[in-house]
């Protein structure tokens, strides 16, 4: 693994990015429809908004980031460019790596306009520092991606990846502590949520938002991190030069 | 079988050696037990029919294919090794480059891979004869186009030996003489180049031939050699001719 091919392989990503901006209208404006989705629905409560408006800003970036990451890289597999790739001297690290790196950018992106529309447009007010809400929304879309790119091994069609989201996703978000406070939910549900990555993801997001301070949010915040680098790990080490 | 072509090479020629490969895809055995010798600077062309196992043979040259058993060296290492990856250059069927980059950019980010700077990314799109071309979307380009962008990538860096599958499909006759003459002048200058094809009258132009069915080796000869052991007039008659021999055979 060397710096050249990983950055050669990120900014080939973003070149083919720019080259679809449509793609990247998407990943841009639907969160913030979302949101704003949200915002509407409870316009005369505007405290379910201040409630949930954090969560959903880190629900939705992993939601989207998942989704790209997932299909870019399986439609890398099916055209047969990653196995070309395999006979050039490009590390299995550069490879998910410079993934990583370039959908992390589009993610920080995302996050700042997402965040941004929540407080001006949706009305979303925390307690807490905006800067942080902003920087926990671009993990926890590093997060999706990173979770993306790992189960688009699994999968050997697009439509297979896009059915990842159900497996990977959703019972995360189930059990996650967003539908229903993690203490009140059967204890092996809690003990499922303890194992699952999304569920630090919002809780610091809920930290953040409640003014927390720096000590109480970074376990959360580490325990992101560290989900993030491991999914990254299991991908580099399920990504395979032969194949049958 | 048909007798062999060219004469024992030394060790140290011997830019490709396959012994007793056995490679099985799901419940096909698609290659049983091949063994083949390539020596430095020849164009060597693997005809056969669809499914005959040309692609296969090819993945395991460059290291891509699982094994099931059997040796491939490579430039005196095993295929596939790390140290081969800029000397063997490979060009798949399917055009496996990004449709969705220009044709500089995914010469650049295949250089960038490699080491190689832009005069080589320009050499290279010169070379294939796409430089009117460089700045369009690869996707917006004609069929035999696109997989002249996707040899473009395999020959970047010349390397020693390449392997390229079916590199003249879809193309014109004239687009396609001037690819065999960039891939004799290639080998003039010592590259060995292992191409396949279903297009007959493209073996007259190797070195030697070596014809495949059902993942066996049906023959290993030169062109006029193939023509005169089967009385054939041409390429295509002389492999039904063998086809024949060796369907009676089974």
């Given at each position: ?41 409870f ?8 409630q ?24 890398e ?8 790739l ?64 790992a ?41 499922l ?31 992101t ?11 580099v ?8 | ?43 060597v ?28 060296e ?71 186009e ?18 390229l599958?079916?590199p ?25 180049l ?29 062109p ?27």
């Open positions: 693994m060397t710096a050249r091919r990983t950055f050669a392989t990120a900014r080939r990503i973003l070149a083919q990015l720019r080259h679809d901006p449509r793609s990247i209208g998407l990943i841009m404006v639907l969160p913030c429809v979302l949101m704003g989705l949200v915002a509407w629905m316009e005369d409560q505007p405290q379910v908004i201040d949930f408006g954090p969560m959903l800003l880190v629900v939705f970036p992993v939601f989207v980031m998942f989704l790209v990451t997932s299909v870019t890289t399986l439609r597999r099916t055209s047969g460019t990653l196995e070309r395999m006979t050039t001297p490009i590390g299995k690290g550069d490879f998910l790596i410079g993934y990583a790196l370039s959908f992390a950018l589009l993610a920080a992106l995302q996050a700042v306009v997402l965040t941004a529309w929540a407080h001006w447009v949706c009305g979303l007010d925390i307690a807490g520092s905006w800067v942080g809400l902003a920087g926990v929304a671009v993990l926890d879309a590093v997060l999706g991606s990173s979770l993306g790119l189960s688009s091994s699994v999968a050997r069609t697009e439509f297979q990846a896009v059915q990842m989201m159900p497996v990977v996703i959703v019972p995360q978000l189930l059990i996650c502590g967003l539908m229903m406070p993690r203490s009140a939910m059967p204890r092996v549900l809690e003990l949520s303890d194992a699952a990555p999304l569920t630090y993801a919002l809780e610091a997001a809920n930290d953040i938002a409640a003014g927390g301070s720096w000590a109480e949010a970074w376990p959360d915040l580490a325990l991190a560290g989900f993030t680098v491991a999914v990254l790990i299991a991908g080490l399920t990504l395979r030069r032969r194949t049958a | 079988m048909a007798d062999l072509a060219g004469t024992t090479p030394g060790a140290a020629d011997v830019v490709v050696g396959i012994g007793h490969l056995k490679v099985v895809r799901g419940k096909r055995v698609v290659l049983p037990d091949f063994s083949l010798t390539l020596p430095r600077g020849q164009v062309g693997l005809l056969g029919p669809s499914g005959s196992g040309k692609t296969t043979l090819m993945r395991a040259v460059v290291g891509v294919q699982t094994v099931a058993g059997g040796t491939v490579v430039l005196g290492r095993p295929a596939g090794s790390p140290e081969l990856r800029s000397r063997v250059g490979y060009m798949t069927q399917a055009v496996s480059v990004y449709s969705d980059l220009t044709v500089s950019e995914n010469l650049t980010y295949f250089a960038a891979l490699l080491g190689l700077g832009r005069p080589e990314v320009a050499q290279t799109i010169d070379r294939v004869e796409l430089a009117d071309h460089a700045g369009d979307l690869v996707g917006r380009l004609s069929g035999g696109r997989s002249r962008v996707s040899l473009a990538v395999a020959l970047l860096g010349s390397p020693e030996l390449l392997v599958d079916e003249t499909v879809g193309l014109d006759p004239v687009l396609r003489q001037s690819l065999w003459d960039l891939f004799r002048s290639l080998a003039t200058g010592g590259t060995t292992l191409v396949s094809s279903h297009v007959m009258d493209e073996a007259t132009r190797c070195d030697r031939l070596v014809l495949l069915r059902q993942g066996r080796l049906l023959a290993d000869t030169t006029a050699g193939l023509l005169s052991q089967t009385g054939a007039r041409n390429a295509d008659q002389a492999f039904l001719v063998l086809e024949r021999q060796a369907g009676g055979d089974t």
